[in-house]
């Protein structure tokens, strides 16, 4: 399996990977969490100076790794900008314009808009820079600005309180890949024990990757995403999805979705530390929750009623299948890049069907780099195949 494994340049631990397996996802946010540093802190201790977030006047904090300081300078990231702009009200295309083009007008405007509401407080989740733990932090990355009364459910936590829940339910399942980007986790799991026949979906259709039939294999196993934000960009969700077994294409079922989402009461201010039984309380729900949920999703009941959902538009022949692809990447907000990687994926697949315009959505999330922008793409497949057996 291949894996893609992106480093900060202020040593500060990775962040990133497309495709990883569950140990290398479990390693990496094993080595993140000793830098992780969560401080709720009004504005009148935050300032924008040259580009990067400074924190000062918050005071230390005794926390079990020692005594953590807080005040240092702190490289946003892409994320963090957006939350910037978003809790100042600036326009993030302007926020991004004086970034690459006029960094001392953005302190300005930064430290302009906070000096208005000294008083408000905000969460600043950020990777200390410095590798020992209870030292000074130097050059760190600012990871989010988001609402005080943010609730903090960490990837690592979340993970591992929902694979327990996977366990619970009874179903033999496997990791089939992880990605981790600055935004959010995933996780897809599968269960090849409960697959069935979809002989009409995949009539005619052959792999872009290998040429394989789905007529010699017409199989689509039961599946699911579990997926995270530590960040801010959404909630902790369980995604039903069904694996095509000939070319690995993953549908999500993103109407379906579970959702548990990270709002909290208001925190004091300085460094953030869940209570125990807080934590626990939430863990344990989680795993309550999926453990409910793979146990929906992965019967065959629920496989089959939406393999037959999608049967039912699927085999729409497409008279004109350039002008339907057009449509549905219209109609859906795909750029052109995607659509053209989309039409690409179509013609090879041998089918003209709203189906294969179904099935060219997911082959192409399959080959982005970018995890949001794959899962973003294939959350749009089910929609794609509605929109393509509309316009006919």
Known sequence: MTQQFAERAVNVAPTGARNADLSDLVRILEDGQHRKLDVIAPASALRMQEGNVRVEGVESQLTTSGVTQVDGIYRPTAVADEGISDKLRIPL???????????????????SWLREEPGRRFMLRAFRG???????PGEGVARALLSDSYKLMDNLDMLIAALDGVQQSGHPTRVTGCDLTDRRMYVRVESEAVAIQARNLLRGYRSPFDGRSGDELPMISAGFVISNSEVGSGAYTITPRAVIQVCRNGLTMAK???RAVHLGGKQDEGVVSWSGQTQRKTLELITSKTSDAVRTFLSREYVEAKVYEMEAAAG????????????????LSIGTETKDMILSHFIRGGQMTAGSVMQAVTSTAQTLTD??????????????????????
């Open 371 to 392: 995890a949001d922008q794959a899962a973003a793409l294939e959350a749009l497949a089910v929609p794609a195949l509605t929109a393509a057996a509309a316009h006919g």
């Open 130 to 136: 410095d590798d020992t733990p209870g030292t000074a």
């Open 93 to 111: 295309a302007y926020l991004r314009r004086m970034r690459a083009e006029n960094v001392p007008l953005l302190d300005d405007n930064v430290n």
């Open 256 to 258: 379906d979705v579970m």
């Open 316 to 331: 729409k022949t497409l008279e004109e299948p350039t002008k339907a692809i057009e449509h549905v990447t219209k109609t």
